[in-house]
């Protein structure tokens, strides 16, 4: 047996390089720390696009009835929540996936159909993990800039899709800009996509959009093309916490694929009761996301009547150009109990995005930033 010297070099696992390199995921600041740094108990959280107003009292319910069984092992299939999603949707189930968040999804899509040397397209600024992720398996990365206007350059991503991208990962409504395509955008895209190319359309925000925007899944469906559809019922169900998404696959094929790339049990009992008791309550959904809406383009208006850039939006947050380092400015606001979420993508980094928060926290934001550029 070999003995070391002491001084020498201590042995090292193999670190997977593609994992070193990843640029790190914003997840943004939690509770605590926000109270720690800023010394106030009242705290506006806005940076993680989290409903506001909670979840479903049916959600309450079943979750405090006992019929969850926290002592055995949660559905791996997910059953009743694919079949119930599978009605609402007109899909078969066979061609659902139940992620612990979309998240999972995306990293799924990733594994299972990128490997190294293999190409994604996207946008920028773009969602973290629609570039970590198809990194970490060691394929590149396109984006394609937004316009000067804060929007989709449809014909710039029609150009790109003609290299023939292994996966093109769409955000619409767009996580962190807030534009969404509509119909003719959205048919454009889609025809420009080269059937080789697995469209990955990310409509985690879809419950938000106006009448203008259409259902990707509905537009999908007739394409006659591989695609996924991600949803999630983290945003306009309130269940963040509780991380569950899905995805709807264009084929069996493909949603087994998904799956195979996923861990078992990935979903647990609590989420997947949860989502089903927040899919049996879509009023309380509905009126909600009203609400939201409203509060955004009050917030929106007023962002603009300080002489802020700030992008139209679909979502249930607002994405500015603050004018100067938005790390700065994410600090200040911080100081005032108001945290958002500073854009930190090359570029970019002048811009933030802020959540639509409750009508006294939207006002806690509004208040802070007014102080903060007029000083």
């Keep these: 047996m070999k003995v070391e010297e002491p001084g020498s070099p201590q042995a090292e696992p193999y670190y997977?390089?593609?994992?070193?390199?990843?640029?790190?995921?914003?997840?943004?600041?939690?509770?605590?720390?926000?109270?720690?740094?800023?010394?106030?108990?009242?705290?506006?959280?806005?940076?993680?696009?989290?409903?506001?107003?909670?979840?479903?009292?049916?959600?309450?319910?079943?979750?405090?009835?006992?019929?969850?069984?926290?002592?055995?092992?949660?559905?791996?299939?997910?059953?009743?929540?694919?079949?119930?999603?599978?009605?609402?949707?007109?899909?078969?189930?066979?061609?659902?996936?139940?992620?612990?968040?979309?998240?999972?999804?995306i990293a799924a899509a990733s594994r299972a159909f990128l490997t190294e040397g293999a190409s994604a397209l996207t946008v920028a600024p773009c969602f973290g993990l629609h570039e970590i992720e198809p990194l970490a398996v060691g394929a590149s990365v396109i984006k394609v800039p937004m316009t000067a206007d804060f929007d989709f350059d449809v014909p710039a991503i029609a150009a790109a899709l003609s290299s023939g991208p292994n996966i093109f990962f769409l955000p619409s409504p767009w996580n962190p800009v807030g534009a969404a395509l509509d119909h003719?955008?959205?048919?454009?895209?889609?025809?420009?996509?080269?059937?080789?190319?697995?469209?990955?359309?990310?409509?985690?925000?879809h419950e938000f959009v106006s009448d203008a925007?259409?259902?990707?899944?509905?537009?999908?469906?007739?394409?006659?093309?591989?695609?996924?559809?991600?949803?999630?019922?983290?945003?306009?169900?309130?269940?963040?916490?509780?991380?569950?998404?899905?995805?709807?696959?264009?084929?069996?094929?493909?949603?087994?694929?998904?799956?195979?790339?996923?861990?078992?049990?990935?979903?647990?009992?609590?989420?997947?009761?949860?989502?089903?008791?927040?899919?049996?309550?879509?009023?309380?959904?509905?009126?909600?996301?009203?609400?939201?809406?409203?509060?955004?383009?009050?917030?929106?208006?007023?962002?603009?009547?300080?002489?802020?850039?700030?992008?139209?939006?679909e979502g249930n947050f607002l994405f500015f150009d603050s004018g100067r380092d938005s790390a700065e400015l994410a600090i200040d606001l911080l100081r005032a109990g108001v945290v958002v979420k500073p854009w930190l993508e090359p570029s970019y980094r002048t811009f933030v995005r802020a959540s639509i928060g409750t009508a006294a926290e939207n006002d806690q934001l509004l208040a802070a930033l007014s102080a903060i550029l007029q000083a």
């Design 16 to 105: 997977n390089p593609h994992v070193a390199a990843l640029p790190k995921y914003n997840a943004g600041l939690n509770l605590a720390a926000a109270k720690a740094v800023s010394g106030l108990d009242q705290i506006a959280r806005l940076a993680s696009n989290e409903n506001p107003h909670g979840c479903s009292p049916a959600v309450s319910r079943v979750l405090s009835d006992g019929s969850v069984e926290f002592w055995r092992y949660s559905d791996p299939n997910c059953e009743l929540l694919r079949a119930t999603l599978a009605a609402r949707l007109e899909v078969d189930a066979n061609e659902i996936v139940i992620g612990n968040g979309s998240e999972e999804m």
């Design 213 to 313: 925007i259409p259902d990707g899944l509905a537009m999908l469906k007739k394409a006659q093309r591989p695609y996924i559809v991600l949803r999630t019922f983290s945003k306009a169900f309130g269940l963040a916490g509780l991380r569950v998404g899905y995805a709807v696959c264009s084929s069996i094929k493909i949603a087994k694929m998904l799956s195979a790339a996923k861990t078992p049990f990935n979903v647990n009992a609590v989420a997947q009761a949860a989502a089903v008791a927040a899919l049996g309550d879509e009023a309380w959904m509905r009126e909600a996301v009203s609400r939201i809406r409203v509060e955004r383009d009050r917030v929106a208006a007023a962002l603009g009547a300080m002489g802020l850039r700030v992008a139209r939006s």
């Design 184 to 205: 003719a955008g959205l048919a454009r895209v889609i025809e420009a996509t080269p059937k080789t190319s697995l469209f990955v359309l990310d409509e985690a925000y």
